[in-house]
Structure formats: structure tokens, C-alpha cells
């Protein structure tokens, strides 16, 4: 079947609300774009090795979903940078010995922080750009975003996906972004708050949230008074967590929209109801994000209503450098049929966590954002800041889990008298682990314009 044809077969069940006929669709539809993505990677001294000792010897060999769903992942994140550490010293340039297209015809370039090691670059070659700003104009779409809009922009306005990338999709769409970012810090984003006066805001859940608590000092009135109706999320599992998303609904006054960028035209939004309900995929011609698998056996998982697992991630029509079964760590969840909140029927995804974040407290699987969700019930005696301190890296974690968490106050005050040995209790009845929490003053813990981490590992010698 050839992708227009799936394409409206697609588009049929979805207008029957046939969740089978639907999920049938979009395997035809992956199908339509696989075997020329194999061949247009096979050649690739990255790609071609491990795609023949996985028995494939080109695109023709892959006969269903299930023969592609199969092989092993052909890349993780840690083989990124080695594919990356490995062209710099054979070719000079860092783009990667899994580049499949000419490097002059590479022209985006997107990438993490890097703070770990050698950063992980995105390459775009112009089509696969233009395809970008496609899809991510499906998500402003969907947000009710218009072409004209201001859109005062602070994620931060860098090389990452939801930086400069983020932007320019912005720009092509129509709308007019203002290009501040989050390096220019609290105070300029509210003067720029006053003086734009933006339909849509983009950034951090932390980030936005320092708007917040200060907008009423510095501009002498509420966030919620500058006419903000759409904010865009990301970064951070925040958007997710309720009272992380109560306070950014109802400090702006505004929609909230949780995104999810990442790479080879991955696109995803939530369509901004009080309560969560997963992000909407609006890419399937382009990008299978969630092939989920067992991240333990790796075997592929049916991909039903409810299915949860590690995603596989990767770009069906990608020219610059795809990603073909990538291994994300990302552990998801997956919906099918219809929106509670928007009433859209397609498939939505929600990321519960990190495989390589996962705490393991004496057998009780933890997710550091869900002890965070729990600690964020007791605002607003404490202000959404909080680390969870390890000796080592997960997944194993000796109890008690150790908490430092920031309150809105002093120590001195009446209210705060038994507050930890009351957020160690309800941790306690909610997820089931022994804590030890540790109340600090406002202020104390790291702050960051782009995304928050919620691990400290430290010496022993130093908790």
C-alpha cells in the first residue's frame, strides 16, 4: 500500500473512531517509508554493519512492521557521541560516522548541552528542516497558535531543538517570535513580558514558574495581566506534574501545552486542559517515536491502548543523519483513541521517566518526578524546589531516599514545625519508600534557566 493510500485510511478510521483499523493504518504507513529509509542507510559505514549482521542486506528484505519492529536497536545515546568522537578524528568534523548525507548539505545543526561529555548533534539537511518546521507547525496549529502572533521565546536560544530550532519553526509558520531566550535571565524576560505584551510564551516549567513568583515585585502586578492565552512547555517533566501545571494555568491566566521536540521530526503537544492527557503525535508520515520494547528483554511490545515501555525512535524519510532504532531510555506510555479533554482520536504518549533516572529503593520502582509530585502537594509552604541526593548513580538506592526541599519562609516559623516528618510520611503512604527530608531555605538549591535536574550524586563525605 503506497502512503497516500495510507495515509487516507488513516484519516477514514480516525473519522470512524476505529482504533484497529486506525492502528493498521499507521503500521501501512510506516511501511510505505521504511525500506527506502534502510537503503538510504545501508551504505553508511555506521548503519550498514550492524543492519547486516541484523541479516538485512537492503530495504527489500523488511517485508511487514513486525520483521522492522524486530531488529535491535542500532543506536543509543552513548554510540551517538562515539559515532561523533569517531568522525572528528578519522574526517575532522563531529557530525558523525553515521552522517548519511554529503556534510555540505547540512545546514541546521541542533544539539543537547553537553554537559556530560561531547554534546549530541541533530543535523538537518534543508529537507529535512523544511519537514521540521512542517510538523512543529501542526503542533502551534493544534495549541490555536496564529500566524501573526507574538510569541516571546525562553526556552533557552541555543543550539538545542527547543531553542533555535524551536524559533525558526515559529518563524515559518508566520508567527513572530521574540528571540530573548532564557540566558537573559528573570528580570529582562518580565521587562520584555511588559513591554511585548506576547500571545504565546514558551519555556521551562521552572523557568516560567521564577516569572510567576516574581512578576507581582518587579512589574507590579500578576503574570496573569499581560495578556499571555498559550504557554508552551517542555524540558522537564513539570507540565505534567498538577500542581506544577495549576500554578503555570493559573499564574498566566493562560493554556498550558506540554511539548516534546527531540530529533528526526518527532513532533508531540498536549492539548492544554487542566489535567494531562498526553501528547498528541502529529508526525507519523515522518517519525516512529514510540516503538516501545521491553527494556529489559528488548523484545517489541504490542502497541495497543495502555502499552508502556522503552521507545525506539526513528525517522522514516530523514536525510542528514536519522535516527534508525534509536535507543531513547525514554520509558512511555501509550494512548489510543479518543482525547478526554479535545476529543481528537489518534494516539497520544506520555513520558514517565528516564530508564537510566529509575530508582530502585529495596524493590519499589521509583521515578524521581513522582516523588516530586508528591512533595509539590504541600505548596505553598514549599516552592516546587526539591533534590533527591544519591551516593551513586541509580538505578539501586539504599533507603532512606535522602530529600533536601526548599520552603517559602523561615525555619523559625510556627509552620514548618514537623513539615518534613509530614512529607516523609505522606511519601511514605503514596509511593511506599522510606525518606529522609531535609527542609532548606528559599534559594538554597541550584537553580537553572534550562532544564532542572532533580539528581545531585555526591561523595558521601559531602551529604
Known amino acids: 500500500m503506497n502512503l497516500e493510500t495510507s495515509l487516507a485510511a488513516r484519516d477514514d478510521a480516525v473519522k470512524r473512531r476505529d482504533a484497529a483499523a486506525y492502528l493498521a493504518a499507521l503500521d501501512d504507513i510506516r511501511m510505505a517509508r521504511i525500506p527506502a529509509q534502510i537503503d538510504h542507510c545501508i551504505t553508511n559505514e555506521f548503519f550498514g554493519p550492524k543492519l547486516r549482521d541484523a541479516g538485512v542486506r537492503s530495504g527489500a528484505d523488511i517485508r511487514s512492521i513486525n520483521d522492522f519492529r524486530r531488529l535491535p536497536a542500532l543506536m543509543t545515546k552513548s554510540e551517538h557521541r562515539e559515532s561523533q568522537l569517531a568522525s572528528l578524528e578519522k574526517y575532522g568534523h563531529s557530525f558523525g560516522l553515521h552522517l548519511c548525507a554529503r556534510k555540505e548539505h547540512v545546514v541546521h545543526v541542533a544539539g543537547t548541552s553537553g554537559t556530560t561529555g561531547m554534546p549530541t548533534f541533530y543535523l538537518f539537511s534543508r529537507r529535512d528542516l523544511q519537514i521540521t518546521h512542517d510538523v512543529v507547525g501542526r503542533m502551534l496549529d493544534l495549541a490555536g497558535v496564529r500566524p501573526g502572533d507574538t510569541a516571546l521565546h525562553l526556552f533557552g536560544l541555543s543550539m538545542w531543538l527547543g531553542g533555535t530550532t524551536f524559533m525558526q ?4 509558520y508566520g508567527a513572530h517570535p521574540i528571540p530573548l531566550g532564557a540566558e537573559a535571565g528573570v528580570s529582562r524576560a518580565l521587562q520584555y513580558l511588559d513591554a511585548c505584551r506576547p500571545r504565546v510564551v514558551s519555556g521551562t516549567p521552572s523557568f516560567l514558574t521564577y516569572l510567576i513568583d516574581r512578576a507581582p515585585k518587579e512589574l507590579g502586578k500578576p503574570a496573569s495581566e499581560f495578556g499571555v492565552e498559550i504557554v508552551f512547555c517542555g524540558g522537564e517533566p ?16 493562560a493554556r498550558l501545552h506540554d511539548t516534546m521536540l527531540g530529533g528526526w521530526h518527532n513532533a508531540a503537544v498536549e492539548c492544554g486542559g487542566p489535567d494531562h492527557q498526553g501528547l498528541h503525535f502529529l508526525a507519523d508520515e515522518y517519525c516512529f517515536r514510540y516503538d516501545l520494547v521491553d527494556p529489559v528483554s528488548r523484545e517489541p511490545l504490542a502497541l495497543s491502548d495502555g502499552a508502556s515501555g522503552e ?8 536525510e542528514a543523519a536519522p535516527g534508525l532504532r534509536y535507543a531513547t531510555g525514554d520509558l512511555v506510555s501509550l494512548r489510543v483513541g479518543e482525547c478526554p479533554h479535545c476529543g481528537r482520536f489518534g494516539t497520544r504518549y506520555s513520558v514517565q521517566g528516564r530508564a537510566d533516572d529509575l530508582l530502585n529503593v529495596r524493590g519499589v520502582k521509583i521515578f524521581p518526578s513522582a516523588i516530586k509530585d508528591v512533595v ?3 505548596q505553598p509552604l514549599t516552592n516546587g524546589q526539591m533534590e533527591i541526593v544519591l551516593d551513586a548513580p541509580p538505578p539501586r538506592v539504599v533507603p532512606p531516599v535522602r530529600i533536601r526541599v526548599e520552603i517559602v519562609g523561615s525555619l523559625d516559623d510556627e509552620p514548618f514545625d514537623g513539615l518534613s516528618g509530614r512529607i516523609e510520611a505522606k511519601i511514605k503512604d503514596v509511593l511506599r519508600i522510606p525518606t529522609e527530608v531535609t527542609l532548606v531555605r528559599d534559594g538554597t538549591l541550584p537553580r537553572s534557566s534550562h532544564k532542572t535536574k532533580l539528581i545531585r550524586i555526591v561523595n558521601p563525605a559531602e551529604a
Open 169 to 172: 519553526a515559529f518563524e515559518a
Open 238 to 253: 513539570g507540565a505534567s506534574l498538577p500542581h506544577v501545571r495549576k500554578k503555570l494555568q493559573d499564574g498566566f491566566g
Open 311 to 318: 521507545a525506539i525512535h526513528s525517522g522514516l524519510y530523514y
Open 376 to 378: 509539590d502537594g504541600f
